[in-house]
């Protein structure tokens, strides 16, 4: 059973199009997350939820919406998609919540973006 | 502001030798430290974490880090390298103004090359 898991893992789109990244987890935990992971694979923090409630929003362009319709489901949405916006996305989670956030977090295997 | 500093951007060793990927950190208070490493078009995989007690902690395929709270270092260690270590690495540390959460600042990672 996988355990983060996210669709497509695949996504080649043209410029201005709208576009979503769905993440299930299955380990019962409470955190998920958005990480993007650039083509120097740098990777960044986009945003946070802890059962359902957003915790962790960083300074990503409004263009780029998470929903969270459970605590076992984290989708990220895209509006009007721009060049700089290719990259691998990356769905995490984990078991914590304020104070004991000392777990280690699971990754999913991360959605390629191309944007044309 | 809190930051994680990985100055390879490649480290290359012969297989049976051993291998140092090195990290360094700059955060308020106490540090929470983690690596995880990243085989090619896979998500990230969690290896080991510092949070407090013995320096040196151990984790996963045989992977060993030490932390220096002097020199600020949490350098990534394995006796013996395998070809199938190969993979890129990535030091992180929790930002400790998330409210306890993991919101984790990732290094620029580097990519460890084992050579037969």
């Known amino acids: 059973d996988t355990a983060v898991s996210q669709t497509p893992k695949y996504l080649v789109t043209q410029m201005g199009n709208d576009k979503s990244i769905k993440c299930e987890q299955n380990?019962?935990?409470?955190?998920m997350y958005w990480y993007k992971q650039d083509s120097k694979k740098f990777l960044k923090i986009m945003f946070s939820?802890?059962?359902?409630?957003?915790?962790i929003n960083e300074t990503v362009p409004n263009r780029f919406s998470p929903k969270s319709p459970d605590k076992a489901h984290l989708n990220l949405h895209i509006n009007s998609l721009e060049l700089g916006d290719s990259a691998v996305y990356f769905c995490?989670?984990?078991?914590?919540?304020?104070?004991?956030?000392?777990?280690?977090?699971?990754f999913g295997e991360g959605s390629r973006l191309t944007v044309l | 502001a809190q930051s994680v500093a990985q100055p390879e951007d490649q480290v290359n060793v012969a297989e049976g030798n051993p291998l140092t990927v090195k990290c360094t950190y700059s955060?308020?208070?106490?540090?929470?430290l983690f690596w995880y490493v990243q085989y090619p078009n896979r998500g990230l995989q969690f290896l080991l974490k510092?949070?407090?007690?013995?320096?040196l902690v151990k984790g996963s395929y045989g992977f060993e880090a030490e932390f220096n709270k002097s020199q600020t270092s949490f350098h990534l260690k394995k006796p013996s390298a395998l070809v199938s270590d190969s993979a890129l690495y990535f030091c992180?540390?929790?930002?400790?103004?998330?409210?306890?959460?993991?919101?984790?600042?990732f290094g620029a990672g580097t990519r460890l090359a084992v050579h037969p």
């Open positions: 995490a989670s984990s078991q914590e919540g304020a104070d004991t956030g000392t777990g280690e977090l699971f």
């Open positions: 380990l019962g935990h409470d955190t």
């Open positions: 939820y802890n059962n359902k409630e957003l915790i």
């Open positions: 955060v308020s208070g106490n540090p929470y």
């Open positions: 510092y949070i407090t007690g013995d320096n």
């Open positions: 992180a540390v929790r930002d400790p103004f998330s409210g306890g959460y993991n919101k984790l600042i």
